[in-house]
């Protein structure tokens, strides 16, 4: 990927020639050209957003920060609003509307045509992450009886408005959705053929009110370039084209990341949120985790005389519970994953956690072995039957470990959690608790005389 | 999202009758016909997939497990054998030559045509997840001197052979990639307009070398449906399309995650590793971190007096651990996630150190009241001094390890390591040692007489 020096077009900004500018933002693409404004500053955005030829404008608009997107708007007049408006596509629209003041939004709507306008207030209703608040309305429809001639001559004339023209959408008389034809094969088909030879009866769609997350699988597993959107009647009502689904992959990928680490998910980015909201965020699981720690705390409360009087104990709790919580991460985040991806289905959990014990048999008697050497040529304030307890609380604290952390994703999966919940810092506490028992039992059993 | 139930498929087969099954089979989306032959046992496989059409075979073979690809392949004579590898895309068949036995791929490439071979072998050649490896050489090239109608000729002579016709690629005659054109434009434009008037000069292109990494973040930033790869000459050589695009992101975030909690990468599904690849993938960073442990046992073992003297301090610590571990962990998934999607550069980390002090001072405070709290209500061996130094070390923890946590991604980011190492089991390991000599310091200065 070339990474773009902005330099000559700072540069040429300072020295205010704002014609020569003009003429090297037209030879860029318009992601470049937004990331160029979005480093700018004051009133020098929307200086640059002027500039741009008309054509480019809402190209460019679209990929701005909503921050930027503001400024630009108080700046411009009702008229050039409305162009901007009517040249944005609705979806681009719509996400940008979302992110604004209300009197921006007001101002908006009021400079748009009446079906541009009820076009938007229609997507801005549909429930946040939905497939009818990321869809657009904006695609090709094609009838049955039509021949392949007559369809391209309606994309030909309808086709500039349209966001994607490559995937057609066959509807009956009732808009109800019937087929759908690629691009590619009415171009390579006889021009004299009935579309609906051509079509692929009954497509894969989805549900205005579905999950965006269903519809990024659904567009990944049938390698789709689009996902028509039907009502409840099964009338086509919009489509999401892949660019936006390649984000809604992303979004969740973030939120598993941010779930993973117990955190709220956010809707802006790390740089963009404020000190309070993070804070927010982060604040309830960590006092959740911190008040379940009150059981550790009591497991070693009630073994603090052994603890006292035997020396060596103490110092090895740390590296048993960090071994044991990193253990289970493990395996709790490999069965997050392939839960997510649809690799495994809670129908495997027996499969998952057979070989979870095997693997982490291999891996307790691995670590405990190493541990053993270390020890023994560390040293340390117990002696060697200390090492063994040591050791056998490290083989049953990496099984119990990788069993726990294998067996709750799949649990929260069944029970309709979100398994990404039961990740990193969810399974260290509950694993903590279980290898101190287990350690400072087996202390107990063969070090207390 | 509709799942299939294939009850009926199977109760088709078990009766043996295989035209019903194949009716059945030929109304269906090859990549559920996939799935379902996935779902068979032994001969079983390749008996359903040689009762596939011939047009849909070679679809349904792409998205078949590699096991499933090798037994049949196994089942099919030379010259089916013959028409499969000609059908398939090439990008197809090398994803699959690259999974199966040396054998196998010696009975392909012995049964392909010699340019399909040649093909086949070069893409074969590229480092693993360079862009060469991932590319297709199934794409539509241009001449700049032709004209729109030529262009469409050009298209519809050659299609049926393109795994994508979309964006159409234009070179001059030493096959220097000069521009682009999608196909959008050519459909919409004047029949006689030249191709070089239309096409957009200088396209964003990756060297075959090039990381599958940037590919993928190159189609994301510029929304593009397919990224052509040209050679260290500027000759166009390949394409790679949104479909293979999707699937190297959801192979680099599976990367991610894998690398967050101290996982090798593997390139199988988890239910297709074997017991000893998976504890292999995980035992080195065990043992690396549980060695690393030695030194919170060394700092125990330091104040291994005062912690049996005092009441109530030893209990305390694993709550101090977690709690350090799991903020230092939240601070550190959203930094390595900022960085992988490019919110975040090394030249924010003053901004992000200054963010995550005031949340931390934030979370910290909230924190050590709420455990003030906590201790008085539920007691404990310990008095207020000690409840007081807790909440102390409470506060200097979260501080800390929330600037470890936002400092060590950035680093690593800095000298090229993976910022996703710097996450949960990592930062835990490092925060650990720092939260117990802070406080078992503050225990020390307060506490003892």
């Known amino acids: 990927m070339e990474t773009f020096s902005f330099e000559e077009l700072f ?21 470049d050209i937004a990331e160029f404004i979005d480093e700018l500053e004051g009133k020098r955005i929307a200086l640059v957003f002027r500039i741009l030829p008309k054509d480019l404008s ?6 701005l920060d909503s921050d930027d997107q ?15 408006v009517e040249e944005l596509y609705v979806d681009d629209a719509v996400d940008f509307l979302e992110e ?10 009021a400079n748009a045509s009446p079906e541009t306008r009820s076009a938007i207030n229609t997507l801005l209703k549909f429930p ?43 509807i009956d ?22 579309v609906s030879e051509l079509m692929q009866d009954d497509p894969i769609h989805v ?34 084209t892949i660019d936006d689904i390649v984000d809604i992959i992303e979004d969740e990928n973030t939120e598993d990341f941010e779930k993973m680490a117990l955190l709220q998910p956010s809707e802006h980015e790390y740089l963009d949120t404020g000190v309070f909201t993070l804070a927010k965020n982060r604040i309830v699981w960590l006092l959740i985790l911190m008040v379940s720690a009150t059981f550790t705390g009591k497991i070693i409360e009630s073994f603090e005389g052994m603890l006292a009087a035997i020396a060596g104990l103490t110092a090895c709790i740390p590296m048993l519970m960090d071994t044991g919580g990193n253990a289970g991460n493990q395996a709790s985040t490999l069965i997050i994953r392939g839960l997510a991806l649809g690799d495994i289905t809670p129908k495997d959990y027996f499969k998952v956690l057979f070989k979870e014990l095997r693997v982490s048999l291999l891996c307790g008697v691995t670590l405990a072995a190493a541990n053993f050497l270390r020890m023994l040529i560390i040293g ?23 069993c726990i952390g294998c067996t709750l994703p799949i649990v929260a999966k069944i029970v309709h959690l979100d398994p990404a919940l039961m990740a990193g810092p969810m399974i260290t506490t509950i694993v903590d608790a279980v290898t101190l028992a287990i350690y400072l039992s087996l202390a107990k059993a063969f070090l207390l005389k």
Chains 1, 2 share one sequence.
């Open 11 to 31: 540069h040429l900004l300072d020295q205010n020639k704002l014609k020569e500018l003009r003429a090297e933002l037209m030879e860029m693409n318009v992601v």
């Open 58 to 63: 809402a190209g460019v608009f679209a990929y």
């Open 70 to 84: 503001a400024k630009i708007v108080q700046s411009l007049t009702d008229a050039e609003l409305g162009y901007l």
């Open 100 to 109: 604004v003041p209300a009197t921006v939004v007001k101002r908006v709507l």
């Open 128 to 170: 946040p992450n939905s497939a009818g608040s990321v869809m657009t309305i904006e695609m090709v429809e094609l009838h049955d009886r039509e021949t392949v001639d007559q369809a391209i001559a309606t994309i030909r004339s309808t086709g500039l408005d349209k966001e994607t023209i490559y995937t057609c959408y066959v």
């Open 173 to 194: 008389d009732e808009r109800h959705l019937i087929g759908v034809v690629p691009l590619r094969q009415l171009i390579l088909a006889d021009p004299q053929t009935k």
């Open 207 to 240: 549900n205005t009110l579905e999950d965006q997350e269903v519809v990024a699988d659904t567009a990944k597993k049938y390698d789709l370039l689009s996902v028509p959107v039907t009502d409840n009647e099964g009338r086509l009502v919009g489509i999401i």
């Open 380 to 402: 340390g304030s117990g002696g060697t039957p200390v090492f063994m307890v040591v050791c056998g609380a490290m083989l049953c604290a990496v099984v119990v470990a990788k």
